[in-house]
Nanobody, 125 residues
Framework: QVNLVESGGGLAEPGGSLRLSCAASGSIFSIDAMGWYRQAPGEQRELVARITSGGSTNYADSVKGRFTISRDNAKNTVYLQMNSLKSTDTAVYYC???????????????????WGQGTLVTVSS
């Protein structure tokens, strides 16, 4: 069993900053691309930022220049630094891993599209 556990959400004022973390729990062999998605009330879930295992990144246009995604492969953790927050950034933020390999007795178990439980980010004065 493998889980993604997010932390760092909360309330921030417009123009403020928050840092989200997402750690994979369990015995991990490797994790492919990881990403942050968000879903605002009444809206579809959308990609915010994504990072490959090699460190290549891509961002939604709405967050370019304000958000930074990074990862620590040794800690199986991905981060999202959010600066210059706007009210339109208010949403539940979800961590995603495209593929996680977990060692078993003599083979690797593959988990695809693993999601965290979500963490609420509210930007309001």
């Amino acid at each position: 069993q493998v889980n993604l556990v997010e932390s760092g959400g909360g309330l921030a004022e417009p123009g403020g900053s928050l840092r989200l973390s997402c750690a994979a729990s369990g015995s991990i062999f490797s994790i492919d691309a990881m990403g942050w998605y968000r879903q605002a009330p009444g809206e579809q879930r959308e990609l915010v930022a994504r990072i490959t295992s090699g460190g290549s990144t891509n961002y939604a246009d709405s967050v370019k220049g304000r958000f930074t995604i990074s990862r620590d492969n040794a800690k199986n953790t991905v981060y999202l630094q959010m600066n210059s927050l706007k009210s339109t950034d208010t949403a539940v933020y979800y961590c995603n891993a495209g593929r996680i390999l977990v060692p078993a007795e003599s083979h690797l178990i593959e988990y695809l599209e693993v999601w965290g439980q979500g963490t609420l980010v509210t930007v309001s004065s």
